[in-house]
């Protein structure tokens, strides 16, 4: 990355005003929830909200919706491994895709997907929520401005699903804090 890439990339989300308002609003969003998570939590962030939360927002349906999504598409890459997907991410993905009951139809299993994902040892919501932290890593951490049209348009709809899925975090928040 230089500073000629920076400057295309800059130029690109200017002409794309819904991606710029994607990201803003998922980095914004997430940081609320990590806010939440940190003072609520201390550490384990994520499996401590799923324990308590998780079977609420995994009975809402648009919560499924989102795995289903995800359980459809390849695994998400990691920016700290060249964006190949690490161990922990194909877990959950297949975890989703095989082990979730969010697809109607079976799967065709492609080489040893099935048995990793039976490698992931949480739950369905959790698999989902480790997904939306890994967009949100590549994300935050800078690495995620390619050019390539096919690439670009990935990244925004994964920043778009991230969206989606923080605000119906969020939006429940209260509501399943106060059961």
Do not use: C
């Not at 819904?18 to 997430?30: A, D, I, P």
């Amino acid at each position: 990355m230089d500073a000629h890439h920076i400057k295309l990339f800059r130029e690109k989300l200017k002409s794309d005003k819904e991606n710029s308002t994607l990201r803003g609003q998922f980095h914004q969003q997430y940081e609320w929830l990590e806010a939440y998570w940190n003072e609520r939590y201390k550490n384990n962030l994520l499996d401590r909200f799923s324990d308590e939360f998780g079977d609420f927002y995994w009975s809402i349906e648009e919560i499924k919706g989102l795995a289903h999504i995800f359980a459809m598409y390849p695994p998400v890459g990691s920016s700290n491994l060249r964006f190949e997907p690490s161990t922990t991410i194909k877990r959950a993905t297949f975890h989703l895709r095989y082990f979730s009951n969010v697809l109607e139809e079976s799967f065709p299993e492609v080489e040893n997907d099935k048995e990793i994902g039976e490698e992931w040892k949480k739950s369905s919501f959790n698999a989902l929520l480790t997904i939306i932290k890994q967009i949100r890593d590549n994300l935050f951490h800078g690495k995620k401005m390619e050019l390539a049209e096919d690439q670009y348009q990935r990244n925004k709809e994964l920043v778009g699903f991230g969206v989606e899925f923080t605000t119906l975090v969020l939006d429940r928040l209260e509501e399943v804090e106060g059961r």
